[in-house]
Structures are given as C-alpha cells and as structure tokens.
C-alpha cells in the first residue's frame, strides 16, 4: 500500500485501506450494486468468531487490502482474513499485562496499513508493527506508561511514511498528545502535546516545536490537564493537514481550573510534517461536563450562497454541530442537533459559547457552605453526549451528515479531588437518565449549510456504532439491539435489517471483489454504557455479549 493509494482510498471501491473509508472520514462509497431496490436480499455471506473468552465492546471498522480483512477486536487482539471466505489467515494477540486502565473497556477501533505492514495500538500504551502476511511483529513501540492511566484504542493514521497516533487516559489525569512514528523503524519523528505549559516538555523529550505557555490554566494544573486525542484523525491531503480532537480537561471538576484550559475540548489542525498546530478551534471552553471535543472533524465542500467553502464539520459530543472553515479553523456555524441542551444556550459570532451559568454543576465549596455535601444540577446532553466516539457519515450524493445521536441527561454534582498516578481523577459524581421514554438512540440526517434536520430514526437503545453511505442510496449503521440496519438516504425508511446476535457498536464497512459489493460490520455489545449509564446500563443490561464479523452480499 502506497501513499497514492490511501489518498485514493476514498475513489476506489476494491479496498477499505483505513479507517473512515478515506483520509476524510466522510464513510461515503460510490458503491451501488447494493441499493434501495435490492437491499432486502442482503444476507450473510460469512461469518468469523473472536472467540469465546473475551467477549467485549467490539469497536472495530475492518479494512480490507487485496481479498484480505484485516480487523481488532476486545483485549487489543488483530485477525488477518480471507474476505471471500472469511478463513482466518493469521492472528495476533498483544497479551495486556496486569493493571491495563482503559477508562471505557477493553475495545479497540482499528488497524491501518502501509507497504508491507499492519499497524494498531493497544490498551497497554503500545504501537505494534505486524508483516501483513504473517502476522509477525516487525517492531513493538512502548508509547508511553499504561500505570499512569495511559492507553489506546483508536486506529492509527499514516501520513507520508508517518504513523500518526492519539492517546487515552483523560480520566486519569494524563496529558493528551499527537505523535508521529517512522512506519519502517517505529522511531519517534516528532511529539506534539495537546496541553498548554506541557509543549516542550514530558516523558523527559523535547517537542519539536515550541508552544504557549500556561496561561489558560491557573497554577500547575497543566501537569495533568487530560485533553487525550483518542479517537485519532481525519486528514487533508491537499491542505497537508490532520485535524484531530482533544479530550476532556482533567479532572472533571471544572471549579479547580478556572479559564479556557486549552487545548481541551477542540479541534486541532496540525503539520503532519512536523507537529504543529495549525489552528485550534474550541467547542467546549473550561469544560465542566466531561464533553470531550474528540469527535471526528470531517472535511466536506460546503455550498453557501453561491460559493464552495473547503469546511469541516463536527458533530460534538456537547450536542452542537458544528461548521468550520478548514483551511484556517474560523467559525462559521453551530446548531443543535439533539432536542435538549443546558449548558449553553448557542455560540455567538465569533463562536464563543452563550452559557447558561446557573446550568453548571455546583462548586462544592459553595454547596458545603450552605451545610449541604452535594447539590446536583441536571444538565444535557449527559457527558456521554450527543454523540460520543462513533462516527458519522457524510454523503456526497445527498449532502447530508448522518449523525447517530443519543437523548439523554444527567445529574451531576462536584467533588473535591487531587490528582494520584493511576487513579481516577474526576472530581464529579453523576446519574445519566433517559430524556424520553421509548427511544435514546437517534439517527439524524443534517444539512450542514443550515443545521436543519432532513429526518430522524428513533431507536430504544443509544447508538453507539459509526455509519456508512453508499451511491446506493443507502445508510448503513448497527443498534445495541443487535442489528445491522439499511436506511434510505432522503426520508429514513428502513429497508432492511439483519439481527447478528449481539448488539453493533462497530463501523460498517462496503468494497467490491470478484464482480459483487459486499459490507460488512463487527458485532460485540459494550463500551462506555453498559459501564458508565447509570439508568441506562440498567435499560440495556440484558443485552447479549459477543465477538464477530459479518460479511453480508446479495443472495444469488
Ligand atoms: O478522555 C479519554 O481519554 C477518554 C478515552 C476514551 C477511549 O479511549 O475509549 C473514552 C472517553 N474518554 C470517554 O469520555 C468516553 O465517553 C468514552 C466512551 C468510549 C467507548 O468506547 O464506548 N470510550 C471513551
Ligand atoms: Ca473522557
């Protein structure tokens, strides 16, 4: 794989080389064998199990390279496939050590691949380099130290020889960062750290580049300031820019660190030569909600009055969607695309948030002088969010987002808290509540250009897998409840769904080979709800573990 193919992996149909179907991450193929006329004859063309002792959240999107499916799974474990057939080729297992810290389970969002070889993260902190025909490790990179809180699980993006990584471990107080490794030797080019006062400094290395001080954090809160960029990357390859999203200030508790706390809650445009930030727009500034800004900024071309704006667009997990120029981060605009939020009422034009101060949770300093030890404030979107790490897809036929979205509030209150290496550093306690009775999860279809809702797909359980879009016409996207399901592009009709046993909360993904278009997704129920929702682990708790993939074609 070349650095030609990716940047036409999102023209060409033959293969799925990363994750997001395209440097972009628009989740868009022209494929349209499979369409609104034929979907309903989709049925499985194989299926492969994880195996039985290891049943987690399976995150995972697949990317397929010449008629081999490579794919993670829970516990930081890899499979190379045949995708006709679904034989397995090779697998690899990390084997985690004791005392792993993943905040949201055992998952693992992805591989990616470049010349000969596969590469993925772990829940250990590590990058691992595998010869993509043998499953052998070629090199085995410790990134940084799991005992201190961190770890990984999104897919690696690779960039001109570079494989470009993001980290986890905002819950535990570590400092979110950007790295870039040399995808022959797995050497460090260049270490971009995403909080202020830490940019040339940690781990004891230089940053290549020198960044602000702490200005927008008060004392030597900056030391642990969380903003983990774990959900990785989409890429400009014309623009030579990554953009990725920066985490949660640490901790949770926004009274112990008045100001913007940069750079948390945003979204970072950085040199993938050298690690440095290009713009930086923050969705959520002196976060006090836990709304990590890590969603997936997707580069798209907007049409606006006439003219075409090279823009990205985000839908944050504090329930705006928003827009942006990409070529230099100004605001253009932010609507809601859930049905409640409290913490603010809109952004203003310079895109500064409109809060609603009474509408943060409580400085438990206050709370104890009045002889209460804790007030809570109700607030929406809950710090699940709007819409969490799963990803949208945007259409290039109907230029239309799909956003899968939850409805969903919580209450929350503060605590006092210092920081400890290894242990949760929150700060907050928290109930998360359904806002409605019969439906959490929403798929939505958005026009960017005005924020206005095309339709909605109600469904019980919250969404918590990505979505795909096809020339067919086509929104593909999985349900807790188990299923893969088909909807029509312009009004949300489903026409088609297959219940794979357990509930999808991976990314669906479609290629063709030998003549046929195929898609397929991996089944596994879990991440952060069944752990942190409070009510809503409760709605969803009987709902079955596993661990597969599903490769589905038209019958014959
Ligand atoms: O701040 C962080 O470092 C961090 C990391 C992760 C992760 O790596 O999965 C999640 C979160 N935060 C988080 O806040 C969250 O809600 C969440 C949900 C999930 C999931 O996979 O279901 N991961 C994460
Ligand atoms: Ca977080």
């Given at each position: 794989v070349t650095d030609a193919d990716l940047v036409k992996d999102d023209q060409t149909t033959d293969n799925v080389l990363m994750n997001g179907m395209g440097y972009k991450a628009q989740r868009y193929s022209p494929l349209d064998k499979i369409n609104k006329e034929n979907v309903k004859k989709l049925v499985p063309a194989w299926t492969l199990s994880f195996g039985g002792e290891k049943q987690r959240g399976q995150e995972s999107q697949p990317i397929v390279v010449d008629g081999t499916m490579y794919v993670t799974g829970s516990y930081s474990r890899i499979w190379a496939v045949d995708a006709r057939t679904g034989e397995e080729k090779w697998q690899y297992d990390a084997r985690l050590p004791e005392g792993i810290l993943p905040c949201c389970d055992v998952i693992n969002r992805g591989a990616a691949i470049y010349g000969d070889k596969v590469y993925f993260t772990t829940l250990d902190a590590q990058l691992v380099a595998l010869n993509k025909d043998t499953g052998k490790v070629v090199w085995r990179k410790k990134m940084?130290?799991?005992?201190?809180?961190?770890?990984?699980?999104?897919?690696?993006?690779?960039?001109?020889?570079?494989?470009?990584?993001?980290?986890?471990?905002?819950?535990?107080?570590?400092?979110?960062?950007?790295?870039?490794?040399?995808?022959?030797?797995?050497?460090?080019?260049?270490?971009?750290?995403?909080?202020?006062?830490?940019?040339?400094?940690?781990?004891?290395?230089?940053?290549?580049?020198?960044?602000?001080?702490?200005?927008?954090?008060?004392?030597?809160?900056?030391?642990?300031?969380?903003?983990?960029?774990?959900?990785?990357?989409t890429y400009d390859p014309e623009l030579n820019l990554l953009f990725f999203g920066t985490g949660n200030p640490a901790p949770w508790n926004s009274w112990l660190r008045p100001g913007d706390n940069l750079y948390t809650s945003s979204t970072l445009a950085i040199d993938p030569d050298n690690g440095e930030i290009k713009w930086h727009f923050q969705t959520t500034p002196h976060d006090g909600w836990d709304y990590d800004g890590v969603n997936e900024f997707v580069p798209f071309e907007l049409k606006k009055d006439g003219r075409t704006i090279k823009a990205g667009a985000k839908a944050d997990r504090n329930g705006f969607f928003f827009v942006l120029d990409r070529t230099n981060g100004k605001f253009i605009s932010a609507k809601p695309f859930v049905s409640k939020i409290t913490w603010a009422k809109g952004f203003d034009e310079n895109g500064r948030p409109q809060y609603v101060a009474e509408n943060r949770p409580r400085n438990p300093?206050?709370?104890?002088?009045?002889?209460?030890?804790?007030?809570?404030?109700?607030?929406?979107?809950?710090?699940l969010g709007g819409k969490n790490w799963m990803p949208m897809a945007y259409s290039q036929k109907t230029g239309l987002f799909y956003v899968p979205s939850n409805e969903w509030g919580m209450d929350i209150w503060n605590e006092a808290i210092t920081y400890k290496k290894g242990a949760a550093y929150l700060g907050a306690g928290f109930n998360i509540k359904p806002l409605y009775d019969d439906h959490i999860g929403v798929l939505r279809a958005i026009d960017p250009a005005t924020g206005e809702l095309k339709f909605e797909v109600k469904n019980r359980a919250p969404l918590w897998g990505g979505v795909m879009t096809t020339g067919g016409g086509l929104v593909f996207y999985g349900t807790p409840e188990g299923y893969l399901q088909a909807v029509d592009d312009t009004t949300g009709e489903i026409l088609w769904k297959y219940n794979t046993g357990s509930g999808v909360v991976g990314s669906p993904i479609t290629w063709e080979q030998d003549g046929e278009q195929y898609v397929a997704v991996v089944s596994g129920w879990g991440g952060a709800v069944p752990l942190w929702g409070g009510d809503v682990a409760q709605i969803v708790k009987n709902f079955n573990q596993g661990g597969s993939v599903w490769a589905f074609r038209l019958a014959k």
């Open positions: 940084e130290d799991f005992q201190a809180g961190y770890s990984n699980t999104a897919a690696p993006i690779v960039v001109k020889g570079k494989v470009i990584v993001g980290n986890s471990g905002g819950e535990f107080g570590i400092v979110g960062a950007v790295k870039a490794y040399d995808a022959e030797t797995g050497e460090e080019v260049w270490y971009r750290p995403t909080i202020e006062g830490n940019m040339g400094r940690l781990n004891g290395k230089d940053s290549t580049v020198t960044g602000k001080q702490n200005a927008s954090w008060p004392g030597d809160m900056w030391k642990n300031g969380g903003g983990a960029t774990w959900l990785g990357g300093e206050e709370v104890a002088k009045s002889g209460k030890d804790r007030e809570p404030v109700f607030a929406a979107p809950s710090f």
